[in-house]
């Protein structure tokens, strides 16, 4: 792992980022990050390099630098990013790919609900639902694996929220196959904007969380099978 930047600009209501590093954002400068990187590659024969920035493309001109530092050097090696959906889309394609042939293998994005109304309690003010598809659309005609975090339970949530949620991961992995889609409970970390503002709730999902859980895989699951069936019927029906 390594680092390259600190802080994200967003205020995110289930994050602690605003607590721990307020909202300046602070980075290594383009060429620092691509000596360091491909030096700690070379060093100790790394063929992965995750950057566990909060949010790696906050600044443009400055990822397409560290590609372009870091082909001049010819180290090759994977690496994987966190970034938030609307920067993703700032990039263009062609940006996009010169990060792919740089070794950017993956990024990873917190599209975190499929509802409009969970993203507004979020205060996920620069994310739209559509945004989420895009970002995954422009990562895979570039060759990059889009990867995203869902989350349940967030206080607000109700059924017609997941059934949203539930519904937008099944739409992104019937777009891109190679999508990988993640899920968590809503967690009450110290320092985070929703926990001065519904602490009750939240102690009361974390409690829930195993039978929580179990509920949505098993929705996914019921998801999965019926889609499976309708393609196996299409297709033994054109045979």
């Given at each position: 792992m390594y680092t390259s930047s600190l802080a994200c600009p967003y205020s995110c209501a289930y994050c602690t980022n605003e607590a721990v590093y307020g909202r300046k954002w602070n980075a290594l400068d383009a060429e620092q990050v691509a000596g360091e990187t491909t030096d700690l590659v070379s060093r100790y024969g790394l063929t992965l390099l995750w950057i566990v920035d909060?949010?790696?493309?906050?600044?443009?001109?400055?990822?397409?630098?560290?590609?372009?530092?870091?082909?001049?050097?010819?180290?090759?090696?994977?690496w994987s990013i966190q970034a938030s959906t609307n920067l993703v889309n700032r990039l263009t394609v062609e940006e996009l790919k010169l990060l792919k042939r740089s070794g950017l293998s993956q990024v990873a994005q917190g599209a975190d609900s499929g509802s409009r109304k969970v993203m507004h309690l979020m205060n996920k003010t620069f994310q739209k639902v559509e945004t989420v598809y895009e970002a995954a659309a422009r990562l895979t005609e570039a060759g990059i694996r889009p990867s995203f975090n869902m989350i349940f339970?967030?206080?607000?949530?109700?059924?017609?929220?997941?059934?949203?949620?539930?519904?937008?991961?099944?739409?992104?992995c019937r777009r891109d196959p190679g999508a990988e889609v993640g899920t968590n409970s809503g967690t009450p970390y110290p320092g985070a904007r929703v926990m001065r503002i519904n602490h009750a709730r939240f102690v009361y999902l974390v409690s829930q969380q195993p039978a929580f859980a179990l509920m949505v895989m098993d929705a996914l699951s019921k998801r999965l099978r019926a889609s499976n069936d309708r393609t196996y019927r299409a297709t033994t029906a054109n045979s």
């Amino acid at each position: 792992m390594y680092t390259s930047s600190l802080a994200c600009p967003y205020s995110c209501a289930y994050c602690t980022n605003e607590a721990v590093y307020g909202r300046k954002w602070n980075a290594l400068d383009a060429e620092q990050v691509a000596g360091e990187t491909t030096d700690l590659v070379s060093r100790y024969g790394l063929t992965l390099l995750w950057i566990v920035d909060d949010n790696f493309l906050v600044d443009r001109d400055r990822a397409v630098g560290i590609a372009e530092g870091v082909l001049r050097r010819g180290v090759k090696f994977d690496w994987s990013i966190q970034a938030s959906t609307n920067l993703v889309n700032r990039l263009t394609v062609e940006e996009l790919k010169l990060l792919k042939r740089s070794g950017l293998s993956q990024v990873a994005q917190g599209a975190d609900s499929g509802s409009r109304k969970v993203m507004h309690l979020m205060n996920k003010t620069f994310q739209k639902v559509e945004t989420v598809y895009e970002a995954a659309a422009r990562l895979t005609e570039a060759g990059i694996r889009p990867s995203f975090n869902m989350i349940f339970g967030f206080p607000g949530e109700e059924e017609e929220d997941r059934r949203d949620a539930i519904r937008m991961i099944m739409e992104i992995c019937r777009r891109d196959p190679g999508a990988e889609v993640g899920t968590n409970s809503g967690t009450p970390y110290p320092g985070a904007r929703v926990m001065r503002i519904n602490h009750a709730r939240f102690v009361y999902l974390v409690s829930q969380q195993p039978a929580f859980a179990l509920m949505v895989m098993d929705a996914l699951s019921k998801r999965l099978r019926a889609s499976n069936d309708r393609t196996y019927r299409a297709t033994t029906a054109n045979s």
